[in-house]
Every structure is written in structure tokens, then in C-alpha cells.
């Protein structure tokens, strides 16, 4: 099993930076990828960012160029720096790890950004 806690989140206005933070721990070997999903109210989860074990990334295209994932592998956590955030970024922000079949959430983070 694999527990996953989030950190990060917070109310900021438009144009300001957040770091969200996601670490890992339980049975943590051969994860496969990590990543972070946002949902806001009345829409459907979707893509942020995600990096996969070998470190390639991907970046929703709403959100290149601003956000950028990262990892600290010997802390088997990773972040999500978010730059220029935009009200249309208020979510709450969600960790995702893939390891084998399976799929593990974090708790969720909110982020609100006011303009």
C-alpha cells in the first residue's frame, strides 16, 4: 500500500507562484510514474503534470510554460511549481503514483487564486 500527503496549497491572487509538494511512503519501490491532477467544481479531473520513472515529463498545455514538475527521488516525493497562476487554476489539486497495476490519490490540495 502506498499513502501519499500533499502539501502546498493556499489562497494566493493572480500572478503569484505556489510549490505543491507530494511525498510518497509505504511500499514505494518500483513506482512506474507520478503525477498531479486538478479538478474544479463541476468539472472533470484532469492532467496537470506527470513524470514518469525515467524522468520524462508532460505538461497540460493550459499550464505550460508556468508549471513545472519535479521530483526528489531519495525523498520519493514530488513538486509541482506553479508560476503566474491564473484564477482559472483554482482546483483542487490531487498526487497521483502508478506502481504495477495500480493507482494511488493523495488527499487533495486546494489552490484558489483570486484576481
Known amino acids: 500500500q502506498v499513502r501519499l500527503v500533499e502539501s502546498g496549497g493556499g489562497l494566493v491572487q493572480a500572478g503569484a507562484s505556489l510549490r505543491l509538494a507530494c511525498s510518497a511512503s509505504g511500499d514505494v519501490i518500483c513506482i512506474t510514474a507520478m503525477g498531479w491532477y486538478r479538478q474544479a467544481p463541476g468539472k472533470e479531473r484532469e492532467l496537470v503534470a506527470r513524470m514518469t520513472s525515467g524522468g520524462s515529463t508532460q505538461h497540460a498545455d493550459s499550464v505550460k510554460g508556468r508549471f513545472t514538475i519535479s521530483r526528489d527521488n531519495g525523498k520519493n516525493t514530488v513538486y509541482l511549481q506553479m508560476n503566474n497562476l491564473k484564477a482559472e487554476d483554482t482546483a483542487v489539486y490531487y498526487c497521483?503514483?502508478?506502481?504495477?497495476?495500480?493507482?494511488?490519490w493523495g488527499q487533495g490540495t486546494q489552490v484558489t487564486v483570486s484576481s
Open positions: 497521483n503514483l502508478e506502481r504495477y497495476q495500480y493507482t494511488y
